[in-house]
């Protein structure tokens, strides 16, 4: 339920950030933002699962104690889920489609730092697990 939450307030966060106050997307009218905001939140709620799945290997033991390359499968899942994101992004015809426009490197920083939420943050605070050492 926290996760839920969590992304909630992520995807939000991005939505509110982008059309509503033009937060890196300075120049953009009304209808541009609001494509753009649906392209940020779609790349950040997408990549926080990502990194969300690594620590679902284990109950016990963060995404770090734990080798990245234990389950090829799930290896390639991901290298896969990352790629069809960034085609939906970038190959123009999935972009008509999807109604997705590029994101420029500032808005990817944005995006990926709310993602990556879901690998440090979510199992040191609300799972309990240990991630960093404060002592």
């Known amino acids: 339920m926290i996760s839920f939450i969590c992304q909630y307030l992520g995807t939000t966060g991005v939505f509110v950030l982008v059309y509503e106050y033009g937060f890196l997307a300075e120049g953009l009218n009304e209808a541009e933002r609001l494509v753009l905001a649906r392209s940020m939140c779609f790349t ?3 990549l926080r699962e990502l990194m969300i799945v690594w620590n679902c ?15 090829k499968f799930l290896l390639v899942s991901v290298f896969i889920s990352i790629l069809g ?9 999935l972009q008509t489609m999807f109604e997705t426009v590029p994101l420029n490197l500032q808005q990817w920083l944005l995006v990926g730092s709310i993602a990556t939420s879901g690998l440090l943050l979510l199992p040191e605070l609300f799972y309990e697990k240990k991630i960093f050492r404060w002592a």
Do not use: G
């Open 85 to 93: 994101t960034v085609a939906l992004l970038y190959v123009p015809f």
């Open 44 to 46: 950040q709620a997408t």
């Open 57 to 71: 290997r284990s109950e016990r033991r963060s995404a770090f104690r734990l080798s990245w390359t234990s389950n």
